[in-house]
């Protein structure tokens, strides 16, 4: 009996193990003051959806969201990652804890009302914004908040580069994952991974 007990304790312990590994890490370079560690945070934003909304940092709190940064008249990569991320979307659309941000890079033709219609001819209802706004703010949040890239350049395709990149970001504005938004296979792990980001406590 003692020795059965001993291994359910063991298997208890590896299963136990095993969830610890599962949380997502938190990205970035932190900065140790103290006992206290601080992971970057995605720094203050305001943008305008395709609602003529104002969506600002604070719409997003208590929240786990998904970014990205495309732009309509891609040619290249923004018609794969849109694709990939309207299936993480149709997963978790009637979720509201669950919020998507994509941030276009070209807000010159990417006005609101062109947004507004790319949203409608999604089926996109709620909790999925399409924001623009100066576009110099765009760039800078790109690569101080998100590990992004994202810049003119009149010699690539579209005239713009930018990372082709999924950015999840949980409820303290942490960077928990990045993911190809090219590659079906990273469109999985990142669903997998927003189930297991719900399920950790608010504190952490």
Known sequence: MKKIVLILLH?????????????LPILGNPIVKGNQTEYPRIKDFSFTNQDSLQINNSKFDGKIYIAD?????????????????????????TNDEVLFLSHTIDPDHDTILRLKSYTVDQGIK???????????????I??????????PDKNEPGGFVHSGGFLLIDKNRHVRGVYDGTNPKETERLIADVKNLLEEEPNQ
């Not at 298997?11 to 949380?23: F, G, H, N, R, Y």
């Not at 940064?69 to 979307?89: A, G, H």
């Not at 709620?126 to 800078?140: L, P, Q, R």
Request: glycine residues 2%; positive net charge.
């Open 142 to 151: 790109a690569t101080e908040s998100y590990f992004a890239t994202a810049y």
């Open 11 to 23: 298997s208890l312990l590896i299963i136990s193990c095993e969830k610890a590994q599962e949380k």
């Open 69 to 93: 940064f495309i732009f309509l008249s891609c040619p290249t990569i923004c018609p794969k990652m849109n694709t990939q991320l309207k299936k993480v979307y149709d997963v978790y659309k």
């Open 126 to 140: 709620k909790n999925w914004h399409f924001v623009t706004g100066n576009k110099d703010s765009i760039y800078k």
